[in-house]
């Protein structure tokens, strides 16, 4: 089984900063894609941030310039870097990953989600 813990999130002030992270374990074999997700209230789950086994990188356009995604290979590590943050970035944000186990199967796990809250 995988697990996926995020951490990071909290309360911060419009123009402040976080960084989430989100730690992968278990049965993992080859990974081809992490990202972060986010779901505001009354909202649809929607995608923020993913990066690909081969490092490929894409963002929402609402976060461009201001959000980082990266990773630590050796840790399987996910990471979001949020900076210049707004009140519409409110959101519970998941981790998400995608891969294939031993038979190349596709399979995909989310974390539990971490709140975001960002309001003076």
């Known amino acids: 089984q995988v697990q996926l813990v995020e951490s990071g999130g909290g309360l911060v002030q419009p123009g402040g900063s976080l960084r989430l992270s989100c730690a992968a374990s278990g049965r993992i074999f080859n990974i081809d894609e992490m990202g972060w997700f986010r779901q505001a209230p009354g909202k649809q789950r929607e995608l923020v941030a993913t990066i690909t086994s081969g490092g490929s990188l894409n963002y929402a356009d609402s976060v461009k310039g201001r959000f980082t995604i990266s990773r630590d290979n050796a840790k399987i590590t996910l990471y979001l870097q949020m900076n210049s943050l707004k009140a519409e970035d409110t959101a519970v944000y998941y981790c998400?990953?995608?891969?294939?186990?031993?038979?190349?199967?596709?399979?995909?796990?989310w974390g539990q989600g971490t709140q975001v809250t960002v309001s003076s």
């Open positions: 998400n990953l995608k891969l294939r186990d031993f038979l190349a199967r596709k399979l995909e796990y």
